[in-house]
């Protein structure tokens, strides 16, 4: 009876849309379709994208924040808060990267799903200890094979890539536009462009 009184009392207390959506993204072990949580919470996928704005409007000010991946959404800590998280969890310090890396980084960014030929080919160099380098980090992920000879691993960022770079989704990326980037030596030869992917916390 005690128990059947208490369930009563936790459905007389309405929670919003909100609210019931955030604890949902509280919970979930991995990040989520909006249609698994419209199935969950008996509400259109509509209705669960419109609840995921105001989410994010409400946590703009606060320590938290919605990130979406492929189509998946995940409640995560916000980036600004990275380094008293460390200090609060005694992490060490994040593990740098090397240029090389973050060069590589950016063309996985701006050109996934890419393969390493397509890589090696942009850089004008072997990246096979770089792409390894990034997987160990989780910055990147193997998202499928092409159909070509020899059916080449797809590389693409991961939500690890997001959290390091403080993004919410890939829409957040800064354009890239090549022909402003371009630039050109004493010789009239093409130098690599300077990518925008940066972070001042990554060093060599």
């Known amino acids: 009876m005690a128990e059947e009184n208490s369930n009563q009392t936790y459905e007389s207390k309405k929670l919003s849309l909100e609210a019931k959506l955030e604890a949902l993204l509280l919970v979930a072990p991995t990040a989520a379709a909006p249609s698994q949580l419209a ?35 995940q ?11 460390e ?18 980084l950016a063309i996985v960014a701006y050109q996934q799903p890419v393969t390493r030929p397509q890589i090696d080919y942009i850089r004008g160099v072997n990246s096979d200890s770089v792409i390894r380098n990034l997987l160990s980090k989780g910055l990147i992920e193997e998202s499928g094979r092409t159909e070509g000879p020899g059916r080449p691993i797809l590389y693409s960022t991961s ?4 959290q390091h770079f403080g993004l919410s989704s890939l829409t957040d990326l800064p354009p890239l536009n090549l022909r402003e980037e371009l630039e050109f030596d004493v010789n009239g030869e093409r130098t ?9 916390n990554l060093k060599d």
């Not at 995921?52 to 409007?57: D, I």
């Not at 995560?76 to 998280?85: N, Q």
């Not at 990267?97 to 060069?103: D, F, G, H, K, V």
């Open 87 to 104: 200090r609060f969890l005694e992490l060490e310090t994040a593990t740098r990267l090397t240029s090389a890396a973050l060069e590589t």
């Open 192 to 200: 690599q462009p300077e990518l925008p992917l940066h972070d001042n």
């Open 39 to 73: 199935a969950a919470l008996e509400v259109t996928a509509r209705q669960v994208e419109k609840a995921l704005q105001g989410l994010e409007e409400t946590y703009a000010e606060r320590g938290m924040r919605i990130q979406t991946h492929n189509g998946r959404v």
């Open 75 to 85: 409640l995560t800590s916000a980036p600004e808060a990275a380094v008293c998280i």
């Open 159 to 162: 939500p690890e890539f997001l």
